[in-house]
Every structure is written in structure tokens, then in C-alpha cells.
């Protein structure tokens, strides 16, 4: 019996706010490694981490990939250590890349740390003692965060999972627009979707595709498989030269951040959860744009927010209404509020309440407490406390999804043209 063995490389928090991207470090990796008769096995994988998590790069993704465990792995680790000191944005206090070898099988106590990455929050000390404790070999700058998500990037399980063609520009023309076909953009997606998706926001016109930092990255394309993925590129025309692209396998878009919650009590600041509970009030939108109201369940309640960016999402979300029972999808930020990333509707309230009409045909008003109601302009009263009521038609349907547009979704939800798969 041959057993293969692998070297897995991790490698996380190289760029910064204004620049840089891990991707494109790990793809010069790779092509210094391939020069070097050094070739990865399979796709890199680009995992990202919990989205609300307190520090965290632009996507909160850290990348890796694994090579043959042989003589040459000396050489590798020289080339990715070398490329990570040359490419890594240093400058930027909150860059502070880690970079992490480990020879060996994936343990599930491995995979049970990812997940961990990806539902909560991981100190750098708490990563640095698992990653001793499992025999990883880790290289620290500066603070060394990094270190967090490349041992995630290793170890995570992926039984769904998507994949994205990232193009890179070349460096002189970093910062400047895109020079990319928007028509083009358009016409690929008519042809490859929902083989490819997130590629347009047709409501708000927005082409996806197309970073609005100063990245290194000219676009990316999203998948279900990777098969379709370089007839896109093909179809996508732009007008600058590509220096380079890379195909990851990815947990994007699977809702693997999402825990189940047991109920509204249990959940934690910084986690990201599906919880089911009732509409407390009606949603009202405050100063900004941004949306928010209450649900409840038997254990608590807590304040749920649609802002701004979200855009049509948030007239969706205002159509809820008290006695509403919905399961939603998100995470809960700094300030408590639960970011809706989408929601269900499981049982929607199709009645109101209104008070009586009096024989003259005006609207009644209450006489006091437990007192029946009263008419304004005849006098007449009632001493009946029952109200009417009376069956409404709602633009919600039960059972259905609603979820925020392409131009405001995170790297981890899943839309829904994947539910199905």
C-alpha cells in the first residue's frame, strides 16, 4: 500500500484595507512553486472566516493549498516565506500575516478549530497553542494574526462548497478603474447562469464582478463548478492587460458561518445564526436609512436591523408586521443588533384588529379600560370590549425566502438560486 504524504500551507492577513490581496499572494506562490517544478495538488482553497468577527482583513479569508510531502518541500517553504515578506502590506498596522506549514492528516480536532473560526471569535495566543498542540509549524509578522485563519484555511471540512476565477491585474495599473466590458459582463451571465451567479445586481445595476478597492484582483467570477468557469472568462471582455488568474475552491456562498440557534436567549455577540421568532413591532427606518424591529421568542427578544446598503431589501423587511413568525439568517455585530442576512417567512399575522363601527358610521373609540368604546360624534355606547376582525392581504407569502441583493451580500451566504442544489 503507497501512502501519499502532503505538506498543507496556510497563509492569512497579507493585505490591507487599501491593497494587496491574498489571493493573488498565494497565486504568485503558486507560480513560483510551478517554475520551481513544485506543483500543487488540486485547487487552493479560499476559506473565509466569521464575517463579525472584531479584526478582520476586507473578506476575512485566509487561502490554502498542499503539496507533495517529498524533497523539495525545504525549497517550497522558502519560496512561500520569501513571497509573503515581498507581497505583504506591512505598513498597515492591522496587516499581521501568519503563515502556517503542517505535515500530516487533517484531525477532526482540526476541523472542529475551522469551525470554530467560522462561528466565533479566536485569539491569536488561543491559535498559536492549538496550532503547537497539533504539530503545526508557524511563522509569525508582527502580531502574527494570521495565524488564526491560515490553520483554518488547512483544516476546514468542505462538504459544500463553491469555486471563483479570480483575474489579476497587472501592478502598474492598480488603483486605476477597471477597464472591464460592463455589456460583456451582462451577456456572460444571460449565458452561464446559475452555473455562475452574483455576477449582476439587475435592480441596483451594479456588475458584482468588479472590486471597488484598489486590489489587485480585475474581477471574479463565482461557480458551482469549476467547468464553467473559463468559458465565463472567455466571454468577459476588458481592455487592460490580466497578468495572471486563479481557480479557488471556496466555502463562499454556503452558509457555513450560520449556527442553529436553539432560541433568541442563546445567542452570543459576534456569532452568526438562524433563529426563528415572532415580530414584536412594526419596523421603522431611522435617520441614515437603516431599518430595525424586534422579534421575540419564549427565552428574550432582540432588535434586528436591514441597513442601509441592503437598498429594495429594506421595503421587503418593512412589509413584516407584528404576529409575524419568520426564521432569520445573520450574525450579531458590535452593538448587539442581529444583521439580517435573509429570512423565511413561516407563518405570516393576516388579521388586524379595529374597533367596532358605530350605527351612524363612524369609527368608535375605546371608553377606557375594559369600558367598551364609545362614539365621538353621536355618543353612542357599547359595552362590548371585542374588537372586529378583519382578514388582510399581505404582500408576503409563507414559506418563501427574501433575501438582500447582490450588491450588499456577504462572501458566506448562500443565495438562494443554491438552495436547491
Not at 485547487?43 to 510531502?69: D, E
Not at 480585475?218 to 461557480?223: A, D, P
Not at 427565552?299 to 432569520?328: N, Q, W
Not at 384588529?353 to 360624534?377: D, E, L, V, W
Request: overall charge positive; proline content about 4%.
Amino acid at each position: 500500500m503507497i501512502i501519499i504524504n502532503y505538506l498543507h500551507i496556510g497563509i492569512d492577513d497579507t493585505d490591507s484595507p487599501d491593497g494587496m490581496c491574498t489571493t493573488y499572494l498565494a497565486s504568485q506562490i503558486i507560480n513560483k512553486l510551478h517554475d520551481n517544478g513544485i506543483d500543487i495538488i488540486g485547487y487552493p482553497r479560499l476559506i473565509r472566516l466569521n464575517p463579525f468577527a472584531k479584526f478582520k482583513t476586507r473578506g476575512n479569508g485566509g487561502v490554502s493549498f498542499k503539496i507533495l510531502n517529498d524533497n523539495n518541500v525545504d525549497l517550497a517553504k522558502k519560496i512561500v516565506l520569501s513571497e509573503v515578506k515581498r507581497l505583504s502590506v506591512f505598513d498597515c498596522d492591522n496587516t499581521n500575516p501568519g503563515v502556517v506549514f503542517y505535515d500530516g492528516d487533517i484531525t477532526q480536532e482540526m476541523r472542529d478549530y475551522a469551525l470554530r473560526a467560522i462561528y466565533s471569535f479566536i485569539t491569536i495566543d488561543e491559535a498559536y497553542e492549538f496550532g503547537k498542540s497539533v504539530g503545526c509549524e508557524m511563522h509569525k509578522f508582527k502580531k502574527g494574526r494570521g495565524i488564526i485563519g491560515s490553520i483554518a484555511a488547512i483544516s476546514l471540512a468542505l462538504d459544500d462548497f463553491t469555486y471563483e476565477l479570480l483575474t489579476y491585474r497587472i501592478p502598474k495599473n492598480y488603483g486605476s478603474k477597471r477597464q472591464i466590458d460592463y455589456e460583456s459582463v451582462y451577456n456572460m451571465d444571460r449565458q452561464t447562469f446559475p452555473d455562475t451567479f452574483e455576477n449582476i445586481d439587475y435592480e441596483e445595476k451594479y456588475v458584482a464582478i468588479e472590486p471597488k478597492t484598489s486590489c489587485p484582483v480585475l474581477y471574479g467570477i463565482r461557480s458551482n463548478t469549476p467547468d464553467v468557469l473559463l468559458k465565463a472568462k472567455n466571454m468577459v471582455k476588458v481592455n487592460e492587460e490580466i497578468q495572471d488568474y486563479c481557480i479557488f475552491k471556496t466555502n463562499q456562498h454556503t452558509d457555513m458561518h450560520i449556527q442553529k440557534a436553539e432560541n433568541i436567549a442563546s445567542m452570543k455577540q459576534y456569532g452568526c445564526y438562524e433563529v426563528v421568532g415572532t415580530v414584536k413591532n412594526n419596523p421603522r427606518i431611522i435617520d441614515g436609512g437603516h431599518l430595525f424591529f424586534y422579534i421575540f421568542d419564549e427565552t428574550s427578544d432582540i432588535e434586528c436591523g436591514a441597513y442601509e446598503p441592503t437598498k429594495s431589501f429594506r421595503k421587503t423587511v418593512s412589509d413584516l408586521r407584528p404576529g409575524d413568525i419568520i426564521k432569520l439568517y445573520g450574525g450579531i455585530g458590535e452593538k448587539n443588533t442581529f444583521n439580517i442576512e435573509k429570512f423565511q417567512v413561516i407563518k405570516l399575522n393576516v388579521f388586524q384588529y379595529q374597533n367596532p363601527i358605530c350605527k351612524c358610521g363612524k369609527r368608535m373609540t375605546s371608553a377606557g379600560k375594559n369600558k367598551g368604546f364609545k362614539c365621538r360624534k353621536c355618543g353612542n355606547k357599547i359595552k362590548s370590549n371585542e374588537k372586529l376582525k378583519i382578514r388582510i392581504e399581505r404582500r408576503l407569502k409563507n414559506s418563501s425566502f427574501y433575501e438582500t441583493p447582490v450588491s450588499a451580500r456577504r462572501h458566506l451566504s448562500k443565495p438562494i438560486c443554491r438552495f436547491n442544489l
